[in-house]
């Protein structure tokens, strides 16, 4: 059973607008969620990340979110440029133990 | 500075032969990984080695091995490839923390 799940495998969104990606988990033990990036024929690169002892991050046009209770992190890409149009994961891990990943979502952005 | 490099980029194989995919990293990082990605499925850990001269397994060991040789390098062996084990490869490299990992490029393997 996944822990790590993304239920959307694909967004479409238009240049300028908000894009909103959603990732829920079943295990309370993890105390660090990440989201990385990942553009065809390459490998994943880190985006951003937050702590469990906080609610949001916030790193230019990109903020995570993280509801503890609901057991649900998102990604804001405000405004979304086209650029943006990848493959994103979000992942987490339990006291630095290995990071599981969700099934990730495929992040398209209009012009 | 080149980062995590992976060869190949690509294979082909028939079903049960063997191979293995290479990994090297020039940051200095004690950790590496390699995973599998499948579609909708993420990417999952097949096998970790926290430092030189350790290696353990990760959610789907099965049908792999690992090497770490020395710091730089990792390499994944396919004993005998089975078509489930079509995949794209993944290796990656971290300095402590396991959280902010730095990938290679990936190997797009096919087995037949």
């Known amino acids: 059973d996944q822990q790590v799940k993304q239920n959307s495998p694909s967004l479409s969104v238009q240049e300028g607008r908000i894009s909103i990606l959603n990732c829920d988990y079943t295990n309370s033990m993890f105390d660090y969620f990440l989201w990385y990036k990942k553009y065809p024929a390459e490998g994943p690169t880190f985006l951003i990340s937050i702590s469990s002892i906080k609610d949001k991050n916030e790193d230019g046009r990109f903020t995570v979110f993280l509801n503890k209770s609901a057991k649900h992190l998102s990604l804001h890409i405000v405004p979304s440029q086209p650029g943006d149009s990848a493959v994103y994961f979000c992942?987490?891990?339990?006291?630095?133990?290995?990071?599981?990943f969700g099934g990730g979502t495929r992040l398209m952005v209009k012009p | 500075n080149a980062g995590v490099t992976q060869t190949p980029k690509f294979q082909v194989l028939k079903t049960g032969q063997s191979m293995t995919l290479q990994c090297a990293q020039d940051?200095?990082?004690?950790?590496m990984y390699w995973y599998r990605q499948d579609p909708g499925m993420g990417l999952r850990l097949i096998y970790y080695?926290?430092?030189?001269?350790?290696?353990d397994k990760g959610e789907v060991p099965n049908g792999y091995n690992v090497s770490r040789l020395n710091k730089r390098e990792f390499s994944l062996r396919l004993e005998s490839a089975a078509p489930s084990q079509t995949s794209v490869y993944f290796c990656?490299?971290?300095?402590?923390?396991?959280?902010?990992?730095?990938f290679g490029p990936g190997t797009r393997l096919l087995v037949l």
């Open positions: 992942a987490a891990s339990a006291a630095g133990n290995m990071l599981t």
């Open positions: 940051m200095n990082h004690n950790s």
């Open positions: 990656a490299s971290s300095e402590v923390s396991v959280e902010t990992q730095y």
């Open positions: 080695s926290a430092s030189e001269g350790t290696t």
